[in-house]
């Protein structure tokens, strides 16, 4: 299949582009401030100012994860004007006031109580710095609920008429709630503490690495690997009802998630094939017997319903083929990781070397799985911007496509960069750290608040 570069494909690779970058951040802004609160907690509980040293540690990683949120999720709303005017035209009533409550309700919530967060440690009262901690940590689940409740919106469409080809919402509920949203609010609130929980991960196993031997990288180390151990299970559930809502409601996506190409019973589940869109069938498929059925309709014999009965309004399926397995094959990999990382530091009070690099390695493969889901999700939907109800070329700007070009190509640069200098500093100020002095802390009381996070005494 040929692809056209016009002013709809320019325009949806630079949204593409500014999404991609900006949920990098949310992905780990709203599960690691909740990890905050749990340091704030523990310091409670403990007294150990152990506790308040991860905390002032991970709050400036934070705060640069959050101003990177913020100005990427403004430059990205900005294309709904510039690039997409027809979306605001058409369902501006039902994404106009979500995103508005977005704003409302998590975002100035977040904002306001950021600055005493950040600044008020030594300036207000423990508990007041705590519930600050606790707001914004609400403040940033709150604004993945409004977002992907929007988004799952676009994607299972609910609650809303059209009148004149414009959509009115009729039952907010409806909207708000729709069939797919609970499975992919969770999906997401799972992938987000799972990427924290890397991050956790990998940056202290870099600090164990440089020679950092401070009680507080030891502690963050084991809660990120026992966290993500068993969220990993958690989200393959998650995951497996997600699939079966998304078959039902979306079965497009589903047929190009698996390469079907005729409807089917007792699919293949195929761990590897080259798609070929013009010849309507895919090339060196090697696959497992029936299983794919077995995984999306739970019976062995269960159908599928192939791209063919879609005639042609069906996504394109290299791409949401492909995403889907490199997140599947990076989620398998992480449950690896942070099973043999749990396994080995209950055995054991250190980690050896190797798995320290491999985590270290795996320190932004949250980013990776998540991007790749995404693209299953966003991919999958075409040739649609709202199912059924707009399609992506109706909602596309008419300037000249060479302004849509030339605002790419300034995107792509200065994201690049930033996404360097983002994971220089991150890096940078872990290397710092580790070359502090370690606080007078017994060893034995070390080892036993290390512990204590992992039992949960």
């Not at 308040?52 to 705060?63: D, E, G, N, P, Q």
């Not at 508990?127 to 988004?151: D, Y």
């Not at 084991?222 to 995951?239: E, H, K, S, T």
Request: with cysteine; charged share 15%; proline share 5%.
């Amino acid at each position: 299949m040929d692809i056209v570069i016009d002013t709809v494909m320019l325009s949806r690779v630079q949204f593409a582009l500014n999404i991609s970058f900006h949920i990098l951040f949310p992905t780990i802004t709203i599960a690691l401030c909740w990890a905050l609160l749990f340091f704030k907690i523990r310091l409670h509980q403990t007294g150990d100012e152990v506790w308040m040293r991860c905390y002032r540690f991970w709050v400036k990683i934070f705060a640069l994860t959050f101003a990177l949120g913020v100005v990427s999720g403004i430059t990205m709303s900005f294309q709904f004007g510039s690039n997409w005017p027809g979306f605001m035209e058409r369902v501006g009533n039902i994404a106009g006031p979500l995103l508005g409550y977005e704003v409302l309700t998590a975002f100035f919530l977040e904002a306001t109580f950021l600055g005493v967060m950040l600044f008020g440690v030594d300036r207000v009262s423990p508990r007041m710095h705590t519930i600050a901690t606790a707001i914004v940590a609400l403040g940033t689940t709150a604004s993945a609920f409004w977002i992907l409740a929007l988004n799952s919106w676009m994607q299972t469409p609910t609650g809303f008429e059209l009148r004149d080809g414009v959509a009115f919402p009729v039952d907010w509920w409806a909207v708000i709630f729709n069939p797919s949203f609970p499975y992919r609010f969770f999906h997401m609130l799972l992938a987000s503490l799972i990427t924290a929980c890397f991050l956790l991960m990998g940056v202290s196993a870099y600090r164990l690495l440089k020679g950092d031997h401070k009680p507080a990288p030891r502690i963050t180390l084991r809660l990120g690997a026992l966290v993500a151990a068993v969220a990993m299970p958690v989200q393959i559930f998650v995951g497996d009802l997600h699939g079966l809502n998304t078959l039902e409601h979306q079965p497009a996506k589903v047929a190009a998630m698996e390469g079907v190409w005729e409807t089917e019973r007792g699919a293949d589940l195929l761990l590897f094939a080259l798609p070929d869109e013009e010849a309507r069938e895919n090339h060196f498929e090697i696959g497992i017997p029936n299983m794919a059925s077995w995984i999306l309709t739970h019976e062995a014999d269960g159908e599928i319903k192939g791209l063919n009965e879609f005639k042609g309004e069906h996504p394109p399926v290299a791409p949401v083929f492909w995403s889907f397995r490199v997140m599947v094959g990076c989620g398998l990999l992480m449950l690896l990781i942070s099973w043999t990382l749990s396994w080995q530091l209950w055995r054991r009070e250190d980690a050896s070397p190797w798995l320290l690099k491999a985590s270290v390695a795996m320190t932004f493969s949250g980013w990776l799985a998540t991007l790749a889901g995404w693209y299953v999700s966003e991919i999958g939907r075409q040739p649609f911007l709202v199912q059924g109800v707009l399609r992506t070329s109706e909602a596309a700007t008419t300037i000249p496509e060479g302004n849509v070009l030339f605002s790419l190509l300034i995107y792509a640069t200065l994201y690049c960069g930033l996404l360097w200098a983002y994971i220089h500093t991150v890096f940078l100020m872990a290397r710092k750290s580790a070359k502090l002095e370690a606080p007078g802390v017994p060893e034995n009381k070390q080892i036993a608040d290390v512990n204590a996070t992992i039992t949960g005494a």
